[in-house]
């Protein structure tokens, strides 16, 4: 049974720092993509960033590029979500996904994505 654990959430203030972990369970996903979404209040779920097959390469939403670092830690089959100089347009839950069969999607569009995990949320205040 494939397990998406996200952790690190919480409260900050604008300009400040979090560090979101997903923790995978139940299967490896050396051959494709994963991602971290985020869903506001009163918005649609966005794709924010993504780190292809063995973390050749990422890709980030323009809201974020320059702010915030997706990275993989195969050993431990975890992706990393580092969020810096946040603001409180950046309140959301976010969410991580995993793939684990080929798709056409982008790779910040949640269609491509057939796992989830449950969302860790993040408050900004100003």
């Known amino acids: 049974q494939v397990q998406l654990v996200e952790s690190g959430g919480g409260s900050v203030q604008r300009g400040q720092s979090v560090s979101l972990s997903c923790a995978v369970s139940g299967h490896t996903f050396s051959r494709y993509s994963m991602a971290w979404f985020r869903q506001g209040p009163g918005k649609e779920r966005e794709g924010v960033a993504a780190?292809?097959?063995?973390?050749?390469?990422?890709m980030y939403a323009d809201t974020v590029k320059g702010r915030f670092t997706i990275s993989h830690d195969n050993a431990k089959n975890t992706v990393y979500l580092q969020m810096n100089s946040l603001s409180p347009e950046d309140t959301a839950m976010y969410y991580c996904?995993?793939?684990?069969?080929?798709?056409?999607?982008?790779?910040?569009?949640?269609?491509?994505?057939?796992?989830w995990g449950q969302g860790t949320q993040v408050t900004v205040s100003s």
């Open positions: 780190i292809f097959a063995r973390g050749s390469s990422t």
């Open positions: 996904a995993a793939q684990s069969v080929y798709s056409d999607y982008g790779f910040l569009r949640s269609q491509r994505y057939n796992y």
